[in-house]
Every structure is written in C-alpha cells, then in structure tokens.
C-alpha cells in the first residue's frame, strides 16, 4: 500500500467509448501524475499537477484530458482512443513538484482498447 | 536528447550478488533515482542519489558518478522475491524525472 489507489484496475473498452480512469492520493501531497506505461518503453510522462494547476502536458492527443478537482483526485478522461493507447497507465503523487520529489505510485490500470 | 540506458533484462541466482547499471544523457541533473517495480505492481521507491558515491541501505545499494553519467543498483543475498523490474529515472534540469525503459530481473533457484 503506497497510500495512492486507482480504479478501475482492469478496464476494456471499443475505439467509441468514453470511460474515466480514477487516483486518489492519501498523503496529503500536493502534486500529481498521469504515466502511460507500455511494454518494454520508458514511463512516459503525460499530465503533472501542482496545487490542482496543470503544469506540464506533454504533446498528450486530446483524447486523453486530465482533471484535477482537489488535490487529493486525479482522473483521466478517455474518448475515442487508439489501439495503441492499451497500456498500464501509472497516477502517482509528490510532496511537490520540484526539487527532490520521491514520487508515490498507485498500482495502475491496465487498458485495453478493441 | 535526454537518454536513459539499462540492460533489458538480467538472470542471476538466488544467494548471489547482481549489479544493475544505469547510463544517462540528460539535460541537466538534480538526482538519480531507483524504483523497483513488481509485475502487475506499482513502482516502488528504492534509492535516491544526488552526490558521487554508494549509499548502502540493506541488502541493496546505489552508487552514482556524475562525471561519466553513470550509477549501478547492487543486490546482495538474492531472494527470489527480488524477482521484479528495476526502474532508474533522473531528474533533469527542470525537476522532471527521465525514466529508463527498465531491468528485469529473474531469480533463479
């Protein structure tokens, strides 16, 4: 238990769909991360919030949008996605996000897109 | 470009001593980080090295040289639960963290 969770664990879903990935950090941090992480390739960063303010987004498609309401939620939102967006996508969660920043990891979910 | 190399995949046996390295080519540097990371699991913090030298905690340890752009993960008395990823990131200029692509590591009895 990092004191990050993240639902649902599992999620499949058509090119047509839209469905919303859930973190939720327990910790008190006060920034957060989206993470695609796919076979084999780097963690790719996408979406980095700071006091519930976006501050990086990196070339992410639009069909992915991140929402942050608190700084405690995190979710991604999903519509009309790719094949190649099936992945582990990885919320994580920072005291801050700058300077030394020991990241806290949920467990993922892992997508698959038919 | 900002590039981080480890070996993709690495055997040793339960008991003995492996060595995971890490090369990096990054834009600036504020730390060198090592995560460990179960299959189905999430990353899990291991070490976090910003001087030159080995930090020892347990059965692992992280060493780092800055000037060559290299650290290594030392695992002693392998057990099988060792048996996982090993991630190294390094954050860069900017306080984003570089991620590696990863180790996999297999015990063997």
């Known amino acids: 238990e990092t004191g990050v969770t993240q639902t649902p664990r599992h999620l499949v879903m058509g090119m047509t769909n839209k469905k919303s990935l859930k973190c939720e950090q327990h910790l008190g941090h006060n920034a957060m991360y989206w993470y695609k992480q796919s076979a084999k390739k780097p963690l790719e960063l996408m979406f980095v919030?700071?006091?519930?303010?976006?501050?990086e987004n990196n070339s992410v498609p639009s069909r992915f949008s991140p929402e942050c309401p608190n700084s405690s939620h995190l979710f991604l939102h999903l519509h009309t996605l790719q094949p190649e967006d099936s992945a582990l996508y990885l919320c994580?969660?920072?005291?801050?996000?700058?300077?030394?920043?020991?990241?806290?990891f949920g467990p993922g979910t892992r997508l698959t897109v038919l | 470009g900002q590039n981080i190399d480890q070996p993709t995949e690495m055997t040793a046996t339960e008991g003995a001593i492996v060595q995971i390295n890490c090369t990096y080519q990054?834009?600036?540097?504020?730390?060198l980080f090592w995560y460990q990371q179960h299959a189905g699991e999430a990353p899990t913090f291991l070490s976090y090295n910003v001087l030159d030298g080995l930090e020892e905690k347990g059965r692992f340890s992280s060493f780092l040289s800055r000037s060559k752009g290299y650290s290594y993960l030392l695992l002693k008395e392998l057990q099988m639960k060792d048996s996982a990823s090993y991630l190294c990131a390094v954050l860069d200029s900017n306080y984003q963290l570089i991620w590696g692509a990863g180790t996999k590591l297999i015990i063997k009895p």
């Open positions: 990054t834009s600036g540097f504020n730390g």
């Open positions: 919030y700071s006091l519930e303010e976006r501050v």
């Open positions: 994580a969660s920072a005291r801050g996000s700058g300077d030394y920043n020991e990241q806290f």
